[in-house]
């Protein structure tokens, strides 16, 4: 995994909470397509509510409108990394908005030790 430090891009997918590649929620499959890029870093958000092309709402309060819900996939690292990675999303986002931001990482801290328990080095 790369260690980000400074100039970095960041790429913003934003698709339905519905939306699938073979079966497979289409979040997860660029999620996994990411980590096999061995991309720095990925997370979904679930949105509480959203419209897009369609100009439909979609809300999670409203039980008739809960379904679809918008979600946003971020992945981050270089911009090399990340406009590398930009065919792999041609293929799977035929729906949807896909945003480039530069950032700046001022702080990339990953565990080392192997214990998964998230607990800051002492």
Do not use: K, Q
Request: aromatic share 4%; net charge negative; charged share 25%.
């Amino acid at each position: 995994m790369t260690r980000l430090t400074g100039s970095v891009l960041r790429l913003t997918v934003y698709v339905g909470e519905n939306d699938t590649w073979h079966h497979r929620p289409l979040y997860s499959e660029i999620v996994h397509r990411a980590h096999a890029a061995g991309l720095a870093g990925a997370s979904v958000f679930r949105g509480v509510e959203g419209y897009g092309g369609s100009s439909r709402v979609h809300t999670s309060r409203l039980l008739s409108l809960s379904e679809d819900l918008p979600v946003a996939v971020v992945v981050v690292d270089t911009e090399e990394r990340v406009r590398a990675f930009l065919p792999e999303l041609d293929t799977l986002v035929t729906e949807g908005l896909v945003l480039l931001d530069h950032c700046e990482a001022v702080r990339h801290v990953r565990r080392d030790d192997g214990t998964g328990t998230g607990e800051a080095p002492r």
